[in-house]
């Protein structure tokens, strides 16, 4: 029985196919190499006696690009593509190594071994890599550069007053972006508020710690180690916090800012005055102008009327507050008051009459009488003074059985007192 399995043993090892070497990188993780050295990838592997390798192709996939193909493989010809001719290399196997890198060949890399059996059975066997190429940070000066603020600084999420520390000068950040590290007097780790212009922002948390705040790259970033061991980039800086004076020009800040809206409180209390002033004056002139009422009216031709008859004086020359309807001839109280009102009247023809009198609400409140006996116009008048009722209404009408209104003299007139 143990001989009989350790026959079938030998029979699988004796078919296994192509197996990749141990020493192949771990694709849950990226390759990460600093810009301008060389991607090397060891894809060895071991194959069966009874397989042969056919051909290799080898693709790559940069970020947010698509594939393309590197290289190929076949009858023991390497042929690297145009676009890597010259920095492709092929190691053993189906390893392969790039020259000088850029962070625009970070991306996935793979390799597809096809092998032939003895019985002309072709199998594609496959790997793939993550590489991550990283590029150093750098500053206009080459070096670090930390300062203070002059002035104190409002963070307008809290509305609170810190000292800011600025660090940096960066002309570029590098591949992937770096932050700097922070460390207060008192050796607390901090992490940078901002980045504007180049420039990490460091607001000091109240309340302020005096003494050296420090500015450095991150020594665990793989950017920092790849910058060369005498890089003045390594180096960290400082900057002195003087506590008293900044608390003093933070107060300072907090007063100004408060003094500033107090003034911006009372100046838009003094234009919300000036608005109410405007809008009572603007209402006091309508209360005016809504009790404000006259009116004046009178003939457009001459009118004979019939006793109790109302004279409809058409030729309207005012009507403020609309209380006079032409045709009608009545006039109605637009308001509550005191009103005054005078009629004048003529005849238009000798020997004729034109007596008129005036009435509010069908009580007569004035007459007038007048006979024109020769061919010099005679002329009467009737006036009053009365209180009237929003909705009251006075009016003209002949008082005899046949008037001769005359056009030129008769007309009718009233207003609030």
């Known amino acids: 029985m143990f001989r009989y399995l350790m026959i079938f043993s030998l029979q699988l090892a004796a078919y296994r196919g192509l197996e990749w ?10 390759l990460e190499i600093c810009s301008g050295e060389n991607i090397q990838l060891f894809w060895n592997y071991t194959l069966n006696a009874r397989e042969a390798v056919k051909g290799m192709v080898w693709t790559c996939q940069p970020e947010g690009k698509v594939s393309e193909l590197m290289a190929t493989y076949a009858d023991d010809h390497f042929v690297p593509m145009s676009p890597f001719s010259g920095r492709l290399a092929h190691l053993k196997d189906g390893g392969i190594e790039l020259s000088c890198a850029t962070i625009l060949e970070s991306g996935n890399y793979s390799v597809a ?7 002309g059975t072709e199998t594609l066997y496959q790997k793939t890599a993550w590489v991550k190429i990283v590029d ?5 000066s080459g070096y670090l550069e930390v300062t203070k603020s002059k002035e104190p600084v409002r963070d307008e999420s809290n509305g609170q007053w810190h000292i ?5 000068n960066f002309s570029d950040r590098g591949h992937p972006p770096i932050d700097v590290a922070w460390r207060t007097p008192n050796e607390k780790e901090l992490s940078s508020s901002n980045f504007d212009n180049g420039n990490f922002q460091l607001l000091i948390p109240n309340p302020l710690e005096g003494g050296n705040y420090t500015c450095s790259l991150p020594r665990e970033e793989l950017a920092t180690k790849c910058l060369p061991r005498d890089s003045e980039l390594l180096e960290e800086v400082s900057v002195e916090v003087d506590e008293d004076k900044s608390r003093f020009s933070m107060l300072e800040a907090r007063q100004q800012e408060l003094l500033e809206m107090m003034k911006a409180e009372n100046d838009q209390l003094l234009n919300y005055v000036a608005n109410v002033s405007d809008k009572t004056d603007a209402l006091e002139e309508r209360l005016d102008n809504a009790h404000s009422v006259s009116f004046h009216t009178r003939l457009s031709s001459n009118t004979t009327l019939t006793s109790g008859a109302i004279l409809k004086l058409d030729g309207v020359l005012n009507n403020q507050g609309g209380g006079y309807n032409s045709r009608t001839g009545h006039f109605t109280a637009p308001v509550n008051g005191t009103y005054f009102f005078i009629g004048t009247t003529g005849a238009y023809s000798i020997s004729k009459w034109a007596n008129m009198r005036m009435q509010k609400e069908g009580t007569i409140v004035c007459y007038t ?3 024109m006996y020769s061919n010099y116009y005679n002329m009467g008048s009737c006036h009053a003074t009365v209180y009237l009722s929003k909705g009251e209404r006075v009016w003209l009408q002949s008082s005899f059985s046949n008037s001769y209104f005359h056009s030129t003299v008769t007309s009718f007139s009233g207003f609030r007192i």
């Open 369 to 371: 009488y007048l006979l």
């Open 113 to 119: 071994v096809t092998t032939v059996d003895q019985t």
């Open 164 to 168: 800011q520390l600025t660090c940096g």
């Open 21 to 30: 070497s141990e020493r192949f990188q771990d694709t849950s993780k990226p």
């Open 136 to 140: 150093t940070p750098k500053t206009q």
